[in-house]
């Protein structure tokens, strides 16, 4: 089926370790982007790419890098993943007005 | 200042009735849309029903409204006729600026969430 895949969709992982969440989309979106869900908030963006390219910080970017591949893959990398970081990740997709959830990666961070 | 406001941290209805969930915005851009996300226990985050700041009318999809008052900056989303599936998380969320084709479509910011519970 069409749409936004996500890998993997459980990771735990020890402080300090490092990790590479994988995001593509199969649908020739132009934009994608990387939020994080934590309890009682709503998504807040870590990072976009509105074009291939091109990537830019959102709210929360501190302690995560991204890297836009190519127009399908836009993938997100925790260099020395905290306890502050655990959270639910979301990567999206869009074109005009709509937007493609993944199904979320939960990761926990002990 | 939140851009968007949910008011209600969570709901109950009866099965069959209407319910209205609240949604505020704050922006000074002309150009805006508004969006309403449901996320059942699963997690995925399923689109519901898209409103234009330029739209004329309220839009609807199926038993899903969204009541826009935009002197106001309100979006509220009316669900008709609950059913027990329709118990979930729902999210407001806005997209600033105006949609540039095949280019950049702006981020989304997302409300804090309502839980709605519905009732047998």
């Known amino acids: 089926n069409a749409g936004v895949t996500q890998t993997p969709k459980f990771q735990v992982l020890k402080t300090g370790q490092s990790m590479t969440l994988q995001c593509a989309q199969d649908?020739?979106?132009?934009?994608m982007y990387w939020y994080r869900q934590d309890p009682g908030m709503g998504l807040r963006l870590i990072y976009y790419?509105?074009?291939?390219?091109?990537?830019d910080k959102g709210e929360v970017p501190n302690g995560y890098n991204v890297s836009r591949l190519n127009k399908r893959e836009f993938s997100l990398r925790l260099e020395s993943a905290a306890p502050s970081q655990t959270s639910v990740y979301f990567c999206?997709?869009?074109?005009?007005?709509?937007?493609?959830f993944g199904s979320g990666t939960r990761l926990t961070v002990v | 200042a939140q851009k968007i406001t949910q008011t209600q941290p969570g709901m109950f209805v009866q099965e069959k009735e209407a319910v209205t969930l609240d949604c505020t915005y704050d922006?000074?851009?002309?150009?805006?849309?508004l969006f309403w996300y449901k996320q059942p226990s699963s997690g995925e985050m399923i689109f519901l029903i898209y409103?234009?700041?330029?739209?004329?009318q309220n839009a609807t999809e199926g038993r899903y409204s969204l009541n826009f008052q935009k002197a106001r900056k309100s979006a509220n989303l009316v669900i008709s006729a609950s059913q027990l599936g329709d118990s979930a998380m729902y999210f407001c969320?806005?997209?600033?600026?105006?949609?540039?084709?095949?280019?950049?479509?702006?981020?989304?910011?997302f409300g804090k969430g309502t839980k709605l519970s519905v009732k047998p």
């Open positions: 922006t000074s851009d002309p150009s805006y849309g």
């Open positions: 649908m020739n979106h132009n934009s």
């Open positions: 969320a806005m997209r600033e600026g105006w949609v540039d084709y095949g280019g950049s479509q702006g981020n989304l910011i």
């Open positions: 790419s509105a074009s291939e390219g091109t990537t």
């Open positions: 999206a997709s869009s074109e005009r007005v709509g937007y493609t």
């Open positions: 409103q234009g700041s330029y739209d004329q």
